[in-house]
T-cell receptor, first 111, second 114 residues
Framework: AQTVTQSQPEMSVQEAETVTLSCTYDTSESDYYLFWYKQPPSRQMILVIRQEAYKQQNATENRFSVNFQKAAKSFSLKISDSQLGDAAMYFCAYRSLDMRFGAGTRLTVKP | NAGVTQTPKFQVLKTGQSMTLQCAQDMNHNSMYWYRQDPGMGLRLIYYSASEGTTDKGEVPNGYNVSRLNKREFSLRLESAAPSQTSVYFC?????????????FGEGSRLTVL
C-alpha cells in the first residue's frame, strides 16, 4: 500500500518570507498524481497544486511551487511571499487507484 | 454550484446506535470516497467506489459499510457506533477531463459517539 509521510507536524514563517513543506511517499508504481491540499479552520479542503508523475517539469501556481524528485520519491511545497491567509493545515496526497494523504503540517504565518 | 453535499453536518450518537452518512455529487463523477479525519493522522481512506456498482476497502474499513446507490450517491453506514469512530468524515468525488486526479470534497460531517 502507498504511504505518504509529512515529517513536519508544525511550521512557522514570517509574513512575506518563503517556507518549504516536506513530503515523501512510497510506491512501486510509475504512473500517479501528487497533490497539496490546504485546510483552513473552516475545514474546507482546497486544492493548492497538482503534479503528474510523468511530467518532469515542476508545477507552479502563482506563489506556490513544488520540487518533485521522482527517484527520491519526494514532493515538497514552496510558498513564496507568505501571506496571513496561507495559515492552515497542509496535506500532501498521492493518487493512483485511490487517494492517500499524509498526516499534515500546520503552518503558522507571523505578521 | 452544489458540488459534493454531505448530510448531516453534525451528529451525536450513543455507543451501539447506527446511522448513515449521506453523500451526493452533481458533477457526474465516476469515483467517490469516504475519509475520516482525526487529529495528527490526516485523512484516512475508509472506502471508495471507482464506479457505480463497485466498492473497495481503504485503509480503515472496519466498523463501516458503504453503498453506491447510483452514480450520484455514496453512503457510509455505521452499524454499531463505537467511541473510536468519533471523527470528522469527508466525502469526496474525483474529477475527470482537465481536472483528472483532483478530489472535490464535501464540507465534512462531525460525528461524536458517547
Amino acid at each position: 500500500a502507498q504511504t505518504v509521510t509529512q515529517s513536519q507536524p508544525e511550521m512557522s514563517v514570517q509574513e512575506a518570507e518563503t517556507v518549504t513543506l516536506s513530503c515523501t511517499y512510497d510506491t512501486s508504481e510509475s504512473d500517479y498524481y501528487l497533490f497539496w491540499y490546504k485546510q483552513p479552520p473552516s475545514r474546507q479542503m482546497i486544492l493548492v497544486i497538482r503534479q503528474e508523475a510523468y511530467k518532469q517539469q515542476n508545477a507552479t501556481e502563482n506563489r506556490f511551487s513544488v520540487n518533485f524528485q521522482k527517484a527520491a520519491k519526494s514532493f515538497s511545497l514552496k510558498i513564496s511571499d507568505s501571506q496571513l491567509g496561507d495559515a492552515a493545515m497542509y496535506f500532501c496526497a498521492y493518487r493512483s487507484l485511490d487517494m492517500r494523504f499524509g498526516a499534515g503540517t500546520r503552518l503558522t504565518v507571523k505578521p | 454550484n452544489a458540488g459534493v453535499t454531505q448530510t448531516p453536518k453534525f451528529q451525536v450518537l450513543k455507543t451501539g446506535q447506527s446511522m448513515t452518512l449521506q453523500c451526493a455529487q452533481d458533477m457526474n463523477h465516476n469515483s467517490m470516497y469516504w475519509y475520516r479525519q482525526d487529529p495528527g493522522m490526516g485523512l484516512r481512506l475508509i472506502y471508495y467506489s471507482a464506479s457505480e456498482g463497485t466498492t473497495d476497502k481503504g485503509e480503515v474499513p472496519n466498523g463501516y459499510n458503504v453503498s453506491r446507490l447510483n452514480k450520484r450517491e455514496f453512503s457510509l453506514r455505521l452499524e454499531s457506533a463505537a467511541p473510536s469512530q468519533t471523527s470528522v468524515y469527508f466525502c469526496a468525488s474525483r474529477g475527470t477531463g482537465t481536472n483528472t486526479g483532483e478530489l472535490f470534497f464535501g464540507e465534512g460531517s462531525r460525528l461524536t459517539v458517547l
